[in-house]
């Protein structure tokens, strides 16, 4: 059981039936009545966001969620398959179902993909990801001076800012919480 008071950014609870994550919280002391706690709350299973108040001491349950390594192996149909290291079981999942981790995974790439009661809910692409690039406008002599950035397309069809150095069979370092450029690998 997670109490109120056991309340931090990333914690997992299970609030009516779903598994949700804690996004942001707020410990409110009112005049009179008693404190109580504001929240955001992300849906794993939908990534929908809601705010919702609760008394101060109110336990919930804590989602039985299992996180398996998996790789991706190949893309049919609008279905991503990835294998289980351990039992080499295949499983399929949708777009819908990868979110933002699509932009971000490639074929052999190692994901952890997180189970609740059985059922795969989400991928975690790793935190930072090489992938080259795809598309960009070409560099002039002169833009280095503004430090600027220009738009570059990924192999995986993401979009990044790069600085205007970077070319088209550049190898980049991604940090895939924020979609940003982090260095161009050698």
Not at 160 to 166: A, D, E, G, L, Y
């Amino acid at each position: 059981m997670i109490a109120t008071s056991d309340f931090r950014k990333g914690k997992k609870i299970e609030y009516k039936g779903e598994p949700c994550e804690i996004i942001d919280f707020q410990h409110v002391k009112m005049g009179r009545g008693g404190a109580v706690v504001r929240t955001k709350l992300k849906s794993l299973r939908t990534g929908n966001v809601l705010e919702d108040t609760f008394r101060s001491g109110e336990k919930f349950e804590t989602p039985s969620l299992e996180e398996k390594e998996m790789q991706y192996l190949y893309e049919q149909n609008d279905l991503h398959y990835f294998m289980d290291m351990e039992s080499y079981e295949q499983i399929p999942l949708t777009s819908a179902q990868l979110g933002d981790a699509k932009k971000f995974i490639k074929e052999n790439m190692t994901v952890k993909i997180l189970y609740y009661k059985g059922d795969p809910i989400s991928v975690e692409p790793p935190m930072f990801v090489e992938l080259a690039v795809a598309d960009t406008e070409p560099a002039f002599k002169g833009d280095t001076a503004s430090g600027g950035s220009k738009p570059a397309t990924l192999e995986t069809g993401a979009v990044v800012k790069v600085p205007f150095h970077i070319q088209i069979g550049d190898v980049l370092k991604i940090d895939t919480r924020t979609s940003e450029y982090i260095e161009k690998v050698k």
